[in-house]
């Protein structure tokens, strides 16, 4: 049996709350899932991919528990109903990876921020921990499939870091256009400096990535 997490419903509360009231993700655009099962993460990806164009940009956040399987080198997203004695219910990363591509949702940018133990292994072999700064318009132009996560521990705390520097940042950041790869930047030194956790960034293999970025819109009041 899994052990119960408090923090992550409290903490997608807090993305979404940060998103739709200082940034410009409308309340009538989001999928909120609370302590959802499996089906319901993959009913969610299936409504993303009908509803998405090649014009929208996507943020999908996730935390909760996670398992790295040595044996076939891949990471799992553990949903409500996972049992830790059978993978019938988990979703793995490469699973992710296909349900984010841009054969599967069409959006120019797609943003996937994680907060569980090996939420790294969605990446390709180089993580991408900085890259060199270049003009809003070219990040903007180019399609994105990126990801950022807590780390690889083997154990995420129920009480994250990563997700108290995601929340201040965005709050406290006063650029009207923010590329993900800045606020990334923005946390990494905070949460190195005050826990065992590294944050990493980079680029979701195979997905469709084509070197753009994320950039998250201030809402002009």
Request: proline letters at 4%; one cysteine or more.
């Given at each position: 049996q899994l052990q119960s997490l408090d923090r992550p419903v409290?903490?997608?509360?807090?993305?979404?709350?940060?998103l739709t009231k200082n940034y410009t993700f409308d309340p009538e655009d989001v999928i909120m899932l609370k302590d959802p099962t499996r089906q319901q993460i993959i009913d969610a990806f299936d409504k993303l991919s009908?509803?998405?164009t090649d014009v929208d940009n996507l943020v999908v956040f996730y935390?909760?528990?996670?398992?790295?399987?040595?044996?076939?080198?891949?990471g799992y997203?553990?949903?409500?109903?996972?049992?830790i004695d059978s993978r019938s219910n988990w979703i793995s990363n490469s699973d992710v990876k296909d349900n984010l591509a841009m054969t599967s949702i069409k959006a120019k940018h797609t943003?996937?921020?994680?907060?569980?133990?090996?939420?790294?292994s969605i990446f390709k072999s180089r993580g991408m921990t900085?890259?060199?700064?270049?003009?809003?318009?070219?990040?903007?132009?180019?399609p994105s499939r990126k990801a950022m996560t807590s780390g690889n521990l083997s154990q995420v705390p129920d009480k994250s870091i990563f997700l108290?520097?995601?929340?201040?940042?965005?709050?406290?950041?006063?650029?009207?256009?923010?590329?993900?790869?800045?606020?990334?930047?923005?946390?990494?030194?905070?949460?190195?400096?005050?826990?065992?956790?590294?944050?990493?960034?980079?680029?979701?293999?195979g997905a469709g990535d084509e070197g753009g970025d994320f950039i998250f819109e201030k809402r002009k009041n």
């Amino acid at each position: 049996q899994l052990q119960s997490l408090d923090r992550p419903v409290i903490d997608a509360q807090q993305v979404y709350d940060q998103l739709t009231k200082n940034y410009t993700f409308d309340p009538e655009d989001v999928i909120m899932l609370k302590d959802p099962t499996r089906q319901q993460i993959i009913d969610a990806f299936d409504k993303l991919s009908q509803v998405t164009t090649d014009v929208d940009n996507l943020v999908v956040f996730y935390a909760g528990h996670g398992y790295w399987d040595k044996q076939r080198e891949l990471g799992y997203w553990l949903p409500s109903d996972a049992r830790i004695d059978s993978r019938s219910n988990w979703i793995s990363n490469s699973d992710v990876k296909d349900n984010l591509a841009m054969t599967s949702i069409k959006a120019k940018h797609t943003l996937l921020i994680t907060d569980a133990c090996f939420g790294g292994s969605i990446f390709k072999s180089r993580g991408m921990t900085s890259e060199k700064m270049i003009q809003l318009n070219e990040l903007y132009r180019d399609p994105s499939r990126k990801a950022m996560t807590s780390g690889n521990l083997s154990q995420v705390p129920d009480k994250s870091i990563f997700l108290q520097q995601l929340i201040k940042k965005l709050n406290d950041n006063q650029d009207d256009y923010l590329p993900a790869i800045t606020l990334y930047t923005r946390m990494y030194e905070p949460i190195t400096n005050n826990s065992a956790t590294h944050p990493v960034y980079g680029i979701i293999q195979g997905a469709g990535d084509e070197g753009g970025d994320f950039i998250f819109e201030k809402r002009k009041n």
